[in-house]
């Protein structure tokens, strides 16, 4: 038997997860990334910035509830650029660079959110979101979240086609079912010298509409609360 957290999270504005190859063009993933996540679970317990002491002992699943609405908006930014000589800085309109930039965001999404991991872990993460010690968001620091149906069930593995969650792995539906989409998540930042940071990514097969994927593979899951939910593989840090 092995435990399992479950927690609905709700935007009840807009949220954004940037894909980081992005410039001007700030384009979305259509669910959360589990970077994203596990700095959800990090600032819940009061984990500083990068702090990924818990990263290997946590596995996610992600599931769409609500796919919400995709909107762009259109900025014009001012930079400040700082001068490099005296003579620099005294001519006018010198320190200020402008660019414009397009921003796709995610209008009132709503996504299922499991971990895996052991008990007395998950109960004290259980506790972290009922009571996060500092405000939590999901993707930009202002896009405001509400966490509901926190729970921790019991379960055991099981093997299925169908799942009501993002697969890892690229995935074929079986005839019939609706189109999937291919998405190359971030699932962990690596720290290779001071302010240079690798990524890495795990490729997931998903519904963007939310309703559940049936693949032509017989595939490991999990059975929480009537649903099959299907989790990253182990976590193994690598070079990146």
């Not at 399992?4 to 894909?19: A, G, N, Q, T, Y």
């Not at 509400?146 to 799942?163: A, K, N």
């Amino acid at each position: 038997m092995e435990a399992i957290l479950h927690v609905l999270l709700e935007v009840p504005f807009w949220c954004s997860f940037r894909d980081p190859t992005g410039i001007n063009v700030h384009t979305t993933f259509r669910l959360p990334p589990l970077t994203t996540l596990y700095g959800l679970v990090a600032n819940a317990l009061d984990l500083s910035q990068d702090d990924y002491s818990l990263r290997p002992s946590l596995r996610f699943a992600i599931g769409i509830e609500r796919p919400g609405e995709l909107v762009e908006s259109y900025s014009k930014i001012m930079k400040v650029r700082e001068a490099k000589t005296p003579e620099e800085a005294a001519k006018p309109g010198n320190i200020f660079i402008s660019t414009s930039v397009i921003k796709q965001k995610i209008v009132s999404p709503a996504f299922w959110v499991y971990i895996l991991a052991k008990r007395d872990e998950l109960e004290r993460l259980q506790k972290a979101l009922h009571d996060p010690a500092r405000p939590l968001y999901l993707g930009e620091s202002d896009d405001v979240v509400d966490l509901t149906q926190i729970g921790i069930v019991d379960t055991i593995p099981i093997t299925t086609d169908r799942f009501d969650c993002a697969v890892p792995g690229v995935k074929e539906p079986q005839e019939g079912n609706t189109p999937a989409n291919i998405v190359n998540l971030p699932y962990h930042f690596i720290k290779r010298g001071k302010s240079d940071w690798g990524l890495q990514r795990h490729l997931y097969t998903y519904r963007m509409d939310g309703g559940p994927l049936t693949v032509k593979t017989v595939e490991p899951a999990y059975r929480v609360n009537g649903k099959n939910i299907s989790f990253e593989p182990p976590f193994a840090e690598e070079n990146a």
